[in-house]
Nanobody, 122 residues
Framework: QVQLVESGGGSVQVGESLILSCAAV????????MGWYRQGPGNERDMVAR???????TYEDSIKDRFVVTRDNDKKTITLQMNSLKPEDTAVYYC????????????????WGQGTQVTVSS
């Protein structure tokens, strides 16, 4: 019953900004690590930004000075503020969370959103 619901993707011009949001919904007991990953055309799904439940962050080198990841543990949400967007940022962006469901008998599981498209054009 746990799901990650993403929003905020779209098409923008080079240099513009977008904010991606993701909400973890369902019968959740705890969430540890969360993050954003992306997959461009013909590429693997790669880490963009990760954030611990205490707010510690890790960024992919190409975006760490342009993107900011935050989370709200009470609301079970994570956001990605994307600034100075480049065509190379064009990809499907996926929300990730490590979740312990309240009703789970098997412990921690990895959950992924369905993906939201970000397209940056010149």
């Amino acid at each position: 019953q746990v799901q990650l619901v993403e929003s905020g993707g779209g098409s923008v011009q080079v240099g513009e900004s977008l904010i991606l949001s993701c909400a973890a919904v369902g019968d959740i007991f705890r969430i540890n690590g969360m993050g954003w990953y992306r997959q461009g055309p013909g590429n693997e799904r790669d880490m963009v930004a990760r954030i611990t439940n205490e707010g510690g962050t890790t960024y992919e080198d190409s975006i760490k000075d342009r993107f900011v990841v935050t989370r709200d543990n009470d609301k079970k949400t994570i956001t990605l503020q994307m600034n100075s967007l480049k065509p190379e940022d064009t990809a499907v962006y996926y929300c990730y969370a490590r979740v312990l469901a309240r009703t789970s008998a098997r412990g921690w599981s990895d959950y992924w959103g369905q993906g939201t498209q970000v397209t940056v054009s010149s």
